[in-house]
């Protein structure tokens, strides 16, 4: 009995050893809101694969999806008292750095390419800086996000053809003021009353990126898609300073390279996913309307100039010299 128990002691000191040796050394915690499908999700998953791999397991990253850590703004909050270590976040970020607002100015850019540009020079450099600077957070890598785009049970090719347009946008002053200078009727409302605003024709148009038009199934009260593409906008993908600070620097490079991994990992799932979005609205009987993007631009310049701040327009007219 003694030398089985003593056997029984033996075995259990091995294999807690055992677990005991292969636990990582850090370990990051990685929250953030979308869902397990999502691409921003999948590219979560391949930098979670990237950092274990390249830091022979002393690094493990847990993956929070679905707003198990909280909202952005919770996760944020947690990363700068500790109890957290990286999220995936956008405008918000002004709430620190009002550089940041240049992540969802309505017209700041004319293209994907045009944003790329913008992002990984010098106008990205000084937005990353003061994220750092203000926020305590460092940026590791961004993704573009779908532009914003207008549906409406009219084709819409030009700003006078909006001609009143009752229409849904978020509760977001510079939105707001942006749909007024094109001459629609914007009108701020939750999301989650959209769909049956439009059935009921309270309102007679909504923006939002594809991705939201096809989840929300608008194509079963909106017949057409106009590419007003007016908001392009950028995430990022963001660590806490003092965390990213307490890694080793083989290991702060670890991340940081894996951070790059999983930033053209994900641009190639977002190309993919456009595409296909489009397509899936197409066969649910959406139209596609082209539209004059440089008269909407043009005509909704002044009131986002007027919205901006002294630094954020300097930033602003940076981006249109570009």
Excluded: C
Aim: without cysteine.
């Amino acid at each position: 009995m003694i030398k089985r128990l003593l056997t029984s002691a033996v075995l259990g000191g091995a294999i807690l050893g055992s677990q005991a040796s292969l636990a990582a050394d850090y370990t990051l915690k990685f929250g953030h809101l979308a869902n397990e499908e999502h691409i921003w999700h999948q590219a979560a998953v391949k930098f979670k694969e990237e950092v274990e791999a390249n830091s022979d397991g002393q690094i493990e990253v847990q993956l929070f999806p679905n707003e198990q850590l909280g909202a952005e703004m919770d996760v944020i909050n947690s990363i700068q008292l500790g109890t957290a270590d990286m999220t995936i976040t956008g405008e918000s970020l002004q709430n620190w750095a009002p550089k940041a607002a240049m992540m969802a100015v309505p017209y700041a850019f004319r293209d994907s390419a045009h944003l790329k540009k913008a992002v990984e020079g010098e106008i990205g450099d000084q937005i990353e800086a003061q994220i750092t600077e203000r926020a305590n957070l460092v940026p590791l890598a961004w993704f573009e996000r779908g532009p914003r785009q207008l549906t409406s049970n009219r084709p819409i090719t030009s700003p006078d053809e909006l001609d009143g347009l009752r229409l849904r946008v978020p509760n977001v002053p510079l939105f707001v003021d942006t749909w007024e200078a094109l001459g629609a009727r914007p009108t701020p409302m939750a999301f989650s009353e959209v769909f049956t605003s439009l059935q009921q024709n309270t309102i007679e148009g909504q923006e939002n990126p594809l991705s939201l038009i096809e989840s929300a199934s608008f194509d079963e009260v909106q017949d057409y898609v106009n590419l007003t593409g007016h908001v392009r906008s950028w995430i990022y993908v963001v660590i806490g300073k003092n965390k990213l600070e307490s890694l080793p620097e083989d290991l702060q490079q670890v991340v940081r390279d894996a951070a790059q991994e999983m930033q053209s990992y994900e641009a190639g799932l977002f190309e993919t996913d456009q595409k296909r979005l489009r397509e899936s609205l197409e066969e649910r009987g959406m139209e596609f309307v082209e539209v004059d993007t440089e008269a909407f631009a043009e005509k909704a310049r002044p009131a986002v100039l007027e919205s901006l701040s002294d630094e954020q327009r300097e930033l602003y007219e940076a981006i249109q010299d570009l």
